[in-house]
């Protein structure tokens, strides 16, 4: 009977840790999906086929939104179709809590909580704006705002979408400047 505890206990922190790993945010992706990946390796990640309604029907749109569950969270996903006409994971968003960062940073994290844990890269801290087309005004908002996290002025960021200075959910996309 000894046994069988230590051996219960080590069996279930490997499923907590391999767990953890599913829902690991970061600047490439989220768990095992990574931004980039094409279509192929998408649908065998989440163990489903992704049913298009607007690349491959329009020629003119190369981007499309889907919702998809990954290990048991809702997910929206970004595609898009590339030069080469693969279409590639382009973007991740959700507001699951089981989502967290290598530091714990995740839903209901402060916004001191995400600067501090990302001292070092370029962080973009903003209220989030309104237009209201009655007025033709813009309005900033009280409650909503936004930190986006790069490591260089261009590549993946994480952007942490906040309501009264707490995380609600995340997006992590590619940020790049099309001025050059």
């Not at 690991?24 to 990574?34: A, R, T």
């Not at 020629?59 to 990954?70: H, N, P």
């Given at each position: ?83 080469d006409n693969i ?5 991740i968003s959700s ?86």
């Amino acid at each position: 009977m000894k046994k069988i505890f230590p051996i219960l206990f080590m069996f279930l922190s490997a499923t907590a840790v391999a767990q953890n790993k599913d829902y690991l945010i970061s600047l490439d992706g989220l768990g095992s999906l990574k931004i980039g990946m094409s279509l192929a390796e998408l649908q065998k990640q989440l163990q489903t086929k992704i049913i298009l309604k607007v690349i491959d029907i329009d020629s003119v749109r190369l981007t499309e939104t889907v919702k998809a569950k990954y290990k048991g969270i809702d997910l929206e996903i970004d595609l898009f179709k590339r030069q080469d006409n693969i279409i590639a994971l382009d973007g991740i968003s959700s507001s699951s809590p089981l989502c967290k960062t290598k530091s714990g940073i995740g839903i209901g994290s402060t916004k001191l909580q995400v600067i501090a844990a990302y001292d070092g890269y370029h962080i973009d801290a903003r209220p989030d704006f309104t237009y209201v087309e009655e007025t033709n005004k813009t309005i900033k908002s009280k409650t909503n705002s936004s930190i986006t996290i790069k490591e260089d002025r261009e590549g993946y960021a994480i952007v942490f979408s906040l309501l009264n200075n707490k995380v609600v959910s995340f997006s992590i996309y590619p940020i790049y400047d099309d001025e050059e």
